[in-house]
């Protein structure tokens, strides 16, 4: 009985080894396994981190002085109407903003649509004629930039829209725009240029920078916002003037994001039909969707239009997320076949970037796996 009891007992103590041992060197193969994965993980993520970082030191610079030796800094902001089915856009706003350090003064200097003629190069000479003083910097703000800046700052894009382009709903037309312009980028100012300088607005500050075009280093620009603290305008607004050249009789109108379809409603609402569909002061933001995305759809496969449209941030115009950042997916993967490769790497380490900041995490790892992509062929290649 007892040698039986024995036999079954070393049968049943093999039994338990194999099964520690199947464990053992089933637990070892997969902790080998993830090991190797976990440190294919880091390789991939140190290569997509290195190209990033890279650009983000390339673009990212904080150094940079943009005012004279009189402490003064002046950036002519230009607005360029180019829309879907337009080969080329228009002056539609003309502003001269003065940053004076030593004075604590900023003096924003509208100049009417239509005073200043010819190309952009003479309008800007013009402008300069006009306003009496040079530009140090220019910044260029187009139809499809405009809405982008305005949807980062979370305002409502197409009343606003309207509300900046409305000059039909007034009886002095123009100069009154220009100067809702101003009371406008007044209003900003205030509400957006923070009461100090601080490292968490620098990627918001950077996303609005990329935006727009300008002959402003990044460094420059976040000079110009730490002076701009530093006059603590959003407690003493006062510091802020406005001022129209050529001088017209016009009033301040307050934009209140609030209260801007009651504002649009009791000056365009009688006249509204009456204004041209290429004006989208009168129209719904539907009507303004659906031809926008007709003329995307029937574009489509038109590599021309495509480089156009990418250039020109066509994509901002859209107002659905999902169809916006779709069709900005589908248009930057056309106009990377139109680039070189470094240009593609810039391009596509800047929209991770951009993604990231804004917590769109799902296209920020489309792109980061589209440059591992890149990264390896080119490994594979050398």
């Known amino acids: 009985m007892k040698r039986v009891f024995r036999i079954c007992w070393r049968v049943v103590f093999f039994l338990f080894s194999l099964i520690v041992l199947a464990f053992f060197v089933y637990g070892y193969t997969w902790y080998q396994e993830s090991r190797e994965v976990r440190e294919e993980h880091a390789r991939q993520q140190a290569a997509i981190d290195a190209v990033l970082t890279d650009r983000q030191k390339k673009d990212f610079q904080l150094d940079g002085d943009p005012f004279g030796e009189d402490g003064v800094a002046r950036v002519l902001l230009i607005g360029l ?25 900023v003096t924003i200097t509208a100049v009417p649509r239509g005073t200043a003629l010819g190309g952009l190069a003479y309008g800007i000479e013009n402008i300069e004629r006009i306003v009496g003083s040079k530009a140090d910097y220019i910044v260029t703000v187009g139809f499809s930039e405009t809405l982008g800046v305005l949807r980062t700052a979370e305002l409502p894009t197409t009343e606003t829209l309207q509300w900046l382009r409305n000059r039909q709903g007034y009886a002095i037309g123009e100069p009154q725009r220009a100067r809702n312009h101003s009371t406008f980028l007044k209003q900003m100012l205030i509400k957006f240029v923070p009461e100090s300088s601080s490292a968490i607005d620098k990627p918001f500050h950077y996303i609005l920078y990329k935006i727009v075009s300008t002959d402003l280093t990044f460094g420059e620009a976040e000079a110009l916002v730490t002076a701009l603290s530093e006059m603590d305008i959003k407690n003493h607004p006062e510091k802020i003037h406005l001022a129209m050249r050529p001088a017209y009789a016009v009033q301040d109108i307050v934009y209140d994001p609030d209260t801007i379809s009651d504002h ?27 031809k926008l995305l007709a003329t995307i759809h029937e574009k489509e496969g038109d590599e021309e239009f495509l480089k156009w449209a990418f250039e020109n941030d066509l994509w901002l115009q859209i107002e659905d997320d999902t169809v916006r950042e779709q069709t900005r997916w589908d248009m930057m993967n056309t106009f990377f076949t139109l680039i070189s490769k470094e240009e593609k790497q810039d391009l596509l380490a800047d929209y991770i970037l951009e993604m990231e900041q804004l917590g769109k995490s799902e296209w920020a790892e489309k792109g980061k796996e589209l440059l591992l992509t890149w990264i390896e062929d080119e490994t594979m290649s050398q």
């Open 264 to 290: 649009l409603s009791s000056t365009l609402g009688k006249i509204s039909q009456w204004l041209p569909k290429v004006d989208y002061s009168g129209q719904t933001e539907d009507d303004i969707q659906e």
């Open 81 to 105: 109407d180019s829309r879907a089915g337009q080969e080329f856009g228009h002056c539609d706003a003309i502003q001269m903003i003065e940053i004076d350090t030593a004075k604590e003064a």
